[in-house]
């Protein structure tokens, strides 16, 4: 291999995905506290906010597809110097997300009655639509921050969207104890506090985005919010076709964990628990590889848009091989040294805390497993999403978790006995057919040419 080649490749990787690692774990940070601040608060509150952003979580990544899918668009027109179609993609991705918010309200608002159907019961539903009903309408303001960070990474300034959501954390935290607790002369609101909580951070989070993006001096000539309020009937159409499928694309995926999800609760609560902390460990691995594949976006709609087949072929290796070096460094870390991180989420003398700890140890050795081809499967997505790809991967991710993924998962558990460790191998198994599926598709469609000419890539 030839390193100098691909030398400023690595370079401009890792300038642009650091700081969208580092967001992406500021983001989860803000998670966190959310549910370690509701946690002192109380055990059914607790259940209940668990519950409720599970169920804003799944439609938000539905919505978020506009918002993730336009980012391989506008770095190619980025690379074109081409300033209207920037202007026209940001400002359609922009209606969609605002049109979805709006479209789940509904969904939210009744959220009560549909989680005691689905089984739930009364008193955490009523607690969980108290939250959705207050929470959902910061789903706008996510969703827009969404578009923006896609807008300013493709300019390749992500270093203010990582400072930005780092700077949401301490707000959050003030907000939440407030608002939860009743302090500094606010009433004591529990699961509503909360909520409002995130809506303040979400909004003061999008106020500062915007504000610097009309503020950048060579944004300026995009001139984003000129006439705002005009359709676009082409642009939104194409929004639509790219980020609808991007959102289903994630929906799929979320899918298959929260099936085995449930299917670990068959077992018991101490098989869920130390499922729940096997899969947040591997959850804060896995924040590099999203924040390389975001990159691999970027780059891979540079390369397209300067028409440049090997500048995509050395972008596409360089993310690859990065994402999975760091896969096989915490792989090792995952299976030789697992107990002090699990012993972090075990309180000391639960007598349910020894069991734990062996059933999460187990689980480790397959976690390490699966970093690899969740690796590889994320970059396949994300660089195929940089060259505007997005229906054919959509119908691919949903044969690998759907068809391949959930029903191994179920074989492996419990026809063939493996237990819990089964649920993992059928998680393995649909991420590494979905990775083999989203690469051979990427690198046939590069051999073809197919990326790197015009008209663009379904």
Request: aromatic share 10%.
């Amino acid at each position: 291999m030839d390193f100098a080649r691909y030398r400023p490749h690595l370079a401009a990787t890792l300038s642009l995905g650091l700081p969208l690692v580092g967001g992406h774990l500021a983001r989860m940070g803000i998670n966190i506290t959310d549910t370690v601040m509701i946690g002192q608060y109380g055990v059914v509150e607790l259940a209940a906010l668990v519950l409720a952003t599970s169920v804003l979580f799944i439609l938000i990544m539905l919505g978020s597809g506009f918002g993730i899918g336009v980012m391989g668009l506008l770095a190619t027109a980025n690379a074109r110097d081409d300033t209207t179609e920037v202007r026209r993609a940001t400002r359609m991705a922009l209606w969609w997300s605002a049109i979805h918010a709006v479209l789940i309200m509904p969904l939210l608002w009744y959220s009560g009655p549909i989680l005691l159907a689905l089984g739930q019961g009364d008193e955490i539903s009523a607690l969980a639509q108290q939250y959705l009903r207050i929470a959902g309408w910061g789903a706008g303001a996510v969703l827009w921050s969404m578009v923006l960070n896609s807008y300013l990474a493709a300019m390749e300034r992500t270093q203010v969207v990582l400072w930005l959501t780092v700077a949401g954390i301490p707000l959050n935290v003030l907000m939440n104890w407030i608002f939860i607790f009743g302090n500094l002369g606010a009433p004591e609101l529990g699961v509503r506090g909360a909520a409002i909580a995130s809506i303040i951070t979400q909004y003061t989070a999008l106020g500062a985005i915007l504000a610097y993006a009309l503020w950048l001096p060579e944004a300026r000539p995009i001139r984003l919010m000129q006439r705002f309020w005009r359709p676009d009937g082409p642009a939104f159409r194409a929004i639509f076709v790219l980020g609808l499928p991007v959102g289903l694309t994630l929906v799929a995926e979320v899918g298959m964990f929260v099936g085995t999800n449930l299917m670990m609760g068959w077992f018991g609560a101490r098989e869920l628990a130390a499922h729940g902390i096997a899969l947040q460990l591997a959850s804060i691995a896995f924040m590099f590889h999203l924040g390389m594949s975001n990159a691999g976006t970027i780059r891979a709609g540079r390369a397209r848009g300067l028409g440049d087949p090997q500048m995509l072929r050395d972008a596409g290796a360089t993310v690859i091989w990065l994402s999975v070096g760091f896969a096989l460094l915490t792989g090792v870390i995952f299976v030789f040294l697992p107990e002090p991180m699990i012993a972090l989420y075990l309180k000391p003398g639960d007598p349910d805390a020894p069991a734990i700890m062996q059933i999460a140890v187990s689980l480790m050795f397959w976690a390490a497993l699966f970093q690899l081809v969740d690796a590889l499967q994320v970059q396949g997505l994300g660089l195929l999403r940089g060259v505007q790809d997005t229906r054919v991967p959509m119908w691919l991710a949903a044969i690998s978790y759907w068809l391949i993924g959930l029903p191994a998962a179920w074989l492996f558990a419990f026809p063939l006995g493996f237990g819990p460790k089964g649920l993992w191998i059928g998680l393995m198994a649909g991420l590494a057919t979905a990775s083999v599926l989203m690469l051979r598709r990427f690198y046939g469609g590069l051999a073809r040419g197919d990326w790197t000419r015009e008209p663009p890539a379904r």
